[in-house]
């Protein structure tokens, strides 16, 4: 125990602070993992199914009302203001809340509209107006606290919220009849008591109400990414939204679980991306891009035997997280997990594009993705139900990762020599292998002797290439370290 304190001890505070990031983050997904089965059992899959097209509807107004100023301009902004972090931080916060204002007016003078749209009642309009406005204060200040390596408040709030929206939200439904509003009201509450405060403090440290120069930055930063996060948003979203309009409530709610199980692999992305991107950079910057496929694609392996695992282990999963009612969600389980993998592929190749600053491509692949999944959603979610979304799902990140290949290899045709990073053809051949097994595993749920033989395979498979697996993650933790260390 000493002599893990001592090397805790021993990290810079960019390693801690991003140690205890990644940690908080699992955490708090881990909890609403957790908690997702409670009300499951709670709710009926015509609430639950109401609940999450609200949570659409509100991820896509975050974006046009804010325009999501905490994942654009906050971050630059703050370094490049570096001597006035608190008046540019003040100034933002100030400009969401004339945002959010100006679109109330909007709601209100045309909330026959709003409500033909989101099919949603007013009152759920409004309490969604609050909703919005404290989570674009929390992705601003969260970001602050991120740029300043500020992590021990950042985390506590965190965990907090994170444990009282459940205990309260299962409090509330268990005594309310309208079981979805309630949970809807629940968590709005919570999110502003629990961020006014931080909204309140910032304003006050900052003092600057009004700068002409930092809201003509942010505008202009933050505009031009709206088509990009309202199309990250769509492939996210779209799906239970539909799914509602063509089916019915019930099959939203259903696919909705399938969705919320699916993604917990995203956690695995996230982890490895923190690590891959600085070293990926830091290879590109050193011309040593000869370097990166072993490990790119040692990763992209890892997150396939990941999924693989999870899509044979998915009727046990679908078992735990929900009653029988929710059954039919298993067989959207697969479909969903491996578009996982390609989201972890088309990111892989985005970041060379990144470093090059080719922004635009990194947009239009994302745009073109969310366009072709509402057309795909259109035409087959009415003649084969929900289970056709998670296919449409899969088929979209397979064309937005190969799209994000070739923009990839235009960059590297024009940066680095004609040298390309990724080659093509690893890449397919991982990928078939990786659908082959994904599909074959689908085949298996309806024998359990053929689809625990494949589990063993695949365990003998990953215990096989432990040695690689670790050398991957040595590799990862020693340019994590390195390159915390070197911006101190």
């Given at each position: 125990m000493n002599k893990l304190a001592n090397k805790y001890s021993s990290l810079s505070i960019e390693l801690k602070a991003a140690f205890w990031f990644l940690i908080c983050s699992l955490i708090q997904k881990g909890i609403a993992v957790v908690s997702t089965p409670v009300f499951t059992r709670l709710m009926t899959t015509e609430q639950f199914g109401e609940f999450n097209?609200?949570?659409?509807?509100?991820?896509?107004?975050?974006?046009?009302?804010?325009?999501?100023?905490?994942?654009?301009?906050?971050?630059?902004?703050?370094?490049?203001?570096?001597?006035?972090?608190?008046?540019?931080?003040?100034?933002?916060?100030?400009?969401?809340?004339?945002?959010?204002?100006?679109?109330?007016?909007?709601?209100?003078?045309?909330?026959?509209?709003?409500?033909?749209?989101?099919?949603?009642?007013?009152?759920?309009?409004?309490?969604?107006?609050?909703?919005?406005?404290?989570?674009?204060?929390?992705?601003?200040?969260?970001?602050?606290?991120?740029?300043k390596f500020h992590y021990r408040l950042l985390v506590f709030i965190t965990l907090i919220v994170a444990l009282i929206r459940p205990i309260i939200g299962i409090i509330v439904v268990i005594h309310a009849e309208n079981k979805a509003t309630a949970r809807i009201i629940e968590m709005a509450t919570v999110d502003f008591v629990a961020y006014v405060g931080l909204f309140i403090y910032t304003i006050v440290q900052g003092k600057k109400f009004f700068s002409k120069q930092y809201w003509k930055y942010s505008l202009k930063i933050n505009?031009?990414?709206?088509?990009?996060?309202?199309?990250?948003?769509?492939?996210?979203?779209?799906?239970?939204?539909?799914?509602?309009?063509?089916?019915?409530?019930?099959?939203?709610?259903?696919?909705?679980?399938?969705?919320?199980?699916?993604?917990?692999?995203?956690?695995?992305?996230?982890?490895?991306?923190?690590?891959?991107s600085p070293w990926t950079f830091l290879k590109l910057k050193k011309r040593e891009e000869s370097a990166i496929p072993r490990i790119g694609f040692g990763a992209l392996l890892m997150v396939g035997a990941v999924n693989l695992l999870f899509i044979a282990f998915a009727?046990?999963?679908?078992?735990?997280?929900?009653?029988?009612?929710?059954?039919?969600?298993?067989?959207v389980v697969p479909p969903i997990t491996m578009s996982v993998f390609f989201q972890f592929s088309y990111l892989l190749f985005a970041d060379i594009e990144l470093y090059f600053e080719k922004t635009k491509l990194i947009a239009f692949a994302t745009v073109i993705g969310a366009v072709l999944n509402v057309i795909l959603?259109?035409?087959?979610?009415?003649?084969?139900?929900?289970?056709?979304?998670?296919?449409?799902?899969?088929?979209?990140?397979?064309?937005?990762?190969?799209?994000?290949?070739?923009?990839?290899?235009?960059?590297?045709?024009?940066?680095?020599?004609?040298?390309?990073?990724?080659?093509?053809?690893?890449?397919?051949?991982?990928?078939?292998?990786?659908?082959?097994?994904?599909?074959?595993?689908?085949?298996?749920?309806?024998?359990?002797?053929?689809?625990?033989?494949?589990?063993?395979?695949?365990?003998?498979?990953?215990?096989?290439?432990?040695?690689?697996?670790?050398?991957?993650?040595?590799?990862?933790?020693?340019?994590?370290?390195?390159?915390?260390?070197?911006?101190?």
């Open positions: 097209v609200y949570s659409s509807w509100k991820d896509i107004f975050v974006i046009l009302i804010t325009l999501k100023i905490g994942a654009g301009a906050m971050g630059p902004g703050l370094v490049k203001n570096d001597r006035d972090k608190d008046a540019f931080s003040s100034s933002m916060h100030i400009l969401t809340t004339v945002l959010v204002l100006i679109w109330s007016c909007l709601f209100i003078f045309f909330n026959g509209f709003f409500q033909n749209i989101t099919k949603l009642p007013q009152i759920l309009l409004y309490i969604m107006l609050i909703h919005v406005w404290t989570q674009g204060i929390w992705e601003m200040w969260a970001k602050e606290q991120r740029i505009i031009p990414l709206i088509p990009h996060f309202l199309s990250q948003t769509i492939l996210n979203n779209s799906d239970r939204i539909m799914i509602e309009r063509i089916v019915d409530t019930s099959s939203s709610g259903i696919y909705s679980l399938a969705y919320s199980i699916s993604i917990i692999t995203v956690f695995l992305n996230n982890a490895l991306l923190q690590a891959m009727p046990e999963l679908i078992a735990v997280f929900a009653p029988s009612k929710y059954g039919q969600a298993l067989w959603n259109y035409i087959f979610i009415g003649i084969y139900g929900y289970y056709a979304a998670g296919y449409t799902t899969l088929v979209c990140y397979m064309i937005i990762a190969i799209i994000h290949y070739f923009a990839m290899k235009a960059v590297c045709n024009s940066k680095l020599d004609g040298k390309c990073v990724y080659k093509f053809k690893t890449w397919i051949i991982i990928s078939l292998v990786f659908l082959a097994f994904g599909f074959l595993l689908l085949f298996s749920y309806s024998n359990i002797f053929i689809r625990y033989s494949i589990i063993v395979v695949l365990i003998i498979v990953l215990i096989t290439q432990k040695n690689r697996i670790l050398t991957l993650l040595r590799s990862f933790l020693k340019e994590r370290k390195s390159s915390g260390n070197g911006t101190t």
